[in-house]
């Protein structure tokens, strides 16, 4: 039917009709031939059979091979009678008949092959364009989870530096803000004695408006209903919320809002919102990342809401003389006096279960019964220091032998007590970090573990580029290259089409395997560290066309798999920053092999950049690669060191006891 409404049908059907109307011109009695007629040397009943081919080729190009050939046998009904019964010769009128019949045939054939070759040239472009799409879906994939990753590591690092709650809460809701780009971030700490969220930090919001969501009971509203179940909320329509309702809200034309709750222990500590003024579709993966990063705020508001605690306690300690004596005995951290021999003079009950000895037992004892050689050092110094009247770094470690020959670890204060002027002693005040230390050992093994994590995902996407991209599209290529070989009556635009994707399918063959070797170079366990820092800073000047050369000083020598992956990553990352943002003509990258030490230094000589005052800064200055640096080097139990300024270049110094 569709056929039948088509108007080439109708064309070829009348064509086909003034045909047969002509070759039988005689019998309608229309015209009339007297023999021996000629048309172009052709009797004229042989030219109408020629005519025929018209329809034939017509229906074929229009419709296909079918079409063609149900032409073809219409023809030939046509065609039969004349020349069995009504032509003068017979055998000859046959002959010519069946002639325009294979004639028609093989013109059929000869436009369904073409119509064939160009449907399969066709499914080759879609396949090749399949491909690419899937290799962009794998690119964007790791990069995505290295992103987040990466993300989740520096927000661990910048808040763990710090245990003060302003400073905390402060740099919680500027990540939050540049973290999700947002227009509006709000922070809210839950109070346990009035179950009441409390705002304790915003951003993007006036004090009116701070003022008036402060203060919500839990279950109220859409903060305090994330607040009572834990659970994730996007919120397109707070009318039914009366606090977000009221005018000094509604000025600032708020329109969609992510809660998240902030869980310790898995319990909720309070809500992290974040909102726009627009419409903003809140992807899954953002609520992921928002309830991570919230969890991570959740920590360390708690670590830095405790260390206020005992800093407050030391204070007032220190505050009130007349109630020492009874601070003394009941605080919670140890402190003891001991003279200027050692000798311990006076000791709380706190010590007494931080060492393990009764007080009356510490009373007769010398500290240096607590102490190891390296820890006699350290006591050495310190006393030395506060004796000449030089600054001391407090508090600091030192580490104590209890009673039961097990260390613990202290972070300990000290001070000079004087008596008319003159030194008698020292006081320590002592708190037990062994667990905090345990902890921050088990944060190390954490960090270990994800960093393990990422160079399996990264191995294994390499692999995978390997093993399935890269061999499909090198398949692929063969194909389009056979396929252009054995049809060598191929259009030259369409053949010169297709030598053009097979270049491009090269180009991006090349780009998988250059990709899949950034991921995890196999060079790297074949031929050890030295041979694949060469390789890479090959690479640099290949690509990016900067001067690199390799300096290996000190004797030779190979580390473990995971060491020697550490020190390539790290020197990966810089040779990166080289490349993308120096803008440098030469670069250096030494590496000296050292006795019980290896030392790496990495030089440019490029536009350079303003160093924060910490390293811990580097990640709101933009540079997540230096942080990713950083924690590879505190992976080595190493020290980093950069040097930079704005045109003077950078370098980078790491040094490992490896």
Not at 388 to 409: H, M, S, W
Not at 475 to 502: K, Y
Not at 619 to 643: H, M, N, W
Request: proline residues 3%; contains cysteine.
């Amino acid at each position: 039917m569709r056929i039948v409404r088509s108007g080439h049908f109708w064309l070829i059907l009348a064509i086909f009709a003034l045909c047969s109307i002509l070759h039988y011109a005689e019998q309608i009695g229309i015209i009339g031939t007297v023999p021996p007629s000629s048309h172009f040397g052709l009797t004229r009943h042989a030219l109408d059979r020629i005519l025929f081919l018209l329809p034939i080729i017509y229906s074929a190009f229009v419709f296909g091979l079918a079409a063609g050939l149900a032409t073809s046998f219409a023809a030939l009904v046509v065609m039969l009678p004349r020349a069995l019964f009504i032509s003068p010769a017979p055998a000859d009128a046959l002959l010519e008949t069946f002639g325009v019949l294979v004639v028609g045939a093989l013109a059929s054939l000869w436009l369904w092959t073409r119509a064939r070759e160009k449907e399969k040239t066709q499914a080759a472009l879609a396949e090749l364009q399949s491909a690419h799409e899937l290799l962009q879906h794998y690119v964007r994939l790791a990069r995505s989870n290295e992103k987040r990753l990466t993300i989740l590591n520096t927000i661990s690092t910048m808040l763990g530096g710090s245990l003060d709650l302003g400073d905390v809460l402060h740099k919680a809701i500027q990540m939050v803000s540049e973290l999700m780009e947002v227009e509006v971030a709000l922070i809210f700490c839950q109070d346990e004695d009035t179950q009441e969220l409390m705002l304790v930090a915003h951003e993007g919001v006036s004090d009116e408006f701070a003022q008036a969501v402060d203060r919500i009971k839990i279950g109220e509203g859409v903060y305090g209903e994330v607040a009572r179940n834990g659970q994730a909320m996007v919120v397109e329509d707070a009318s039914h919320d009366h606090r977000l309702t009221r005018p000094e809200v509604q000025r600032m034309q708020i329109q969609t809002q992510l809660i998240v709750p902030l869980l310790v222990r898995e319990h909720v500590s309070g809500v992290v919102c974040v909102a726009m003024r627009r419409p903003r579709h809140w992807t899954h993966e953002e609520i992921e990342l928002l309830t991570a990063v919230g969890a991570q705020i959740a920590a360390a508001i708690e670590n830095a809401r405790l260390y206020e605690k005992e800093r407050l306690a030391a204070q007032r300690l220190a505050i009130s003389e007349r109630n020492y004596r009874r601070l003394f005995e009941n605080a919670s951290d140890a402190i003891w006096v001991h003279d200027l021999a050692g000798k311990i003079i006076a000791a709380n009950k706190a010590t007494e279960k931080l060492t393990g000895y009764a007080v009356e037992e510490l009373i007769k004892m010398n500290v240096r019964a607590f102490l190891s050689d390296e820890g006699l050092n350290l006591a050495g110094q310190i006393r030395r220091k506060l004796m000449e009247n030089e600054p001391v770094e407090q508090p600091y470690e030192q580490r104590l032998i209890r009673k039961d020959g097990t260390a613990a670890i202290l972070k300990l204060a000290t001070s000079l007590v004087t008596e008319d002027g003159k030194p008698t002693g020292f006081q320590h005040i002592a708190r037990d970090i062994t667990e905090e230390r345990r902890m921050q050992d088990n944060l190390l093994y954490y960090l270990q573990e994800i960093t393990r994590a990422q160079e399996e995902e990264r191995k294994r996407i390499a692999r995978e580029l390997h093993d399935d991209t890269a061999q499909a599209l090198y398949a692929l290529n063969r194909q389009v290259d056979n396929f252009v070989r054995s049809n060598i009556d191929l259009p030259e635009d369409n053949a010169a089409f297709l030598r053009g994707v097979n270049l491009q399918v090269k180009e991006i063959l090349q780009n998988v395997r250059r990709f899949g070797q950034d991921l995890r170079p196999p060079m790297l366990d074949d031929l050890g560290l030295v041979a694949t820092l060469r390789w890479l800073v090959g690479g640099l000047k290949e690509q990016h066309g900067i001067e690199t050369d390799l300096k290996v000083l000190g004797t030779e020598r190979r580390f473990t798999p995971e060491t020697e992956l550490l020190l390539f990553r790290i020197v990966q990352e810089a040779v990166r920053n080289i490349g993308r943002h120096s803008k440098a003509s030469k670069a250096e990258v030494s590496i000296e092999f050292g006795d019980g030490r290896t030392r790496v230094t990495i030089t440019d000589n490029g536009v350079g950049f303003r160093l924060p005052e910490s390293l811990g800064d580097l990640s709101r200055a933009g540079k997540l690669g230096l942080i990713g640096v950083q924690e590879r080097v505190r992976l080595l139990d190493g020290s980093l060191k950069v040097e930079s300024d704005l045109g003077k270049g950078t370098t980078l110094i790491v040094e490992a006891p490896i």
